[in-house]
């Protein structure tokens, strides 16, 4: 079983910063999809980022530009860097680690808040 651990949400004001981390406890890390959603009050959970392997990256359109996923397999973490944090980027941002095989599973962390408030 592969637990995800997620910290770095808070509370934090239009146009700032923050960066997330979520720390796996997964064997061979460095093969897994990591990718980074969030969920909004109210809304479906969306995939913000995602990094492969070879770390090649995918975000959402509405983040380009100002998040920027990567991940460090030496220490098994994928950080997910937030400027210009914009209030509507106000969620539960939720680690996942998808294995790419058919029948692959995922694995969730339990969620970090993130509050974009004045």
């Known amino acids: 079983q592969v637990q995800l651990v997620e910290s770095g949400g808070g509370l934090v004001q239009p146009g700032g910063s923050l960066r997330l981390s979520c720390v796996s406890t997964a064997t061979f890390f460095s093969i897994y999809v990591m990718g980074w959603y969030r969920q909004a009050p109210g809304k479906q959970r969306e995939l913000v980022a995602s990094i492969i392997s070879g770390g090649s990256t995918n975000y959402t359109d509405s983040v380009k530009g100002r998040f920027t996923i990567s991940r460090d397999n030496a220490k098994n973490t994928v950080y997910l860097q937030m400027n210009s944090l914009k209030p509507e980027d106000t969620a539960d941002y939720y680690c996942?680690?998808?294995?790419?095989?058919?029948?692959?599973?995922?694995?969730w962390g339990q969620g970090t808040q993130v509050t974009v408030s004045s």
């Open positions: 996942n680690a998808h294995l790419p095989v058919v029948g692959g599973a995922d694995y």
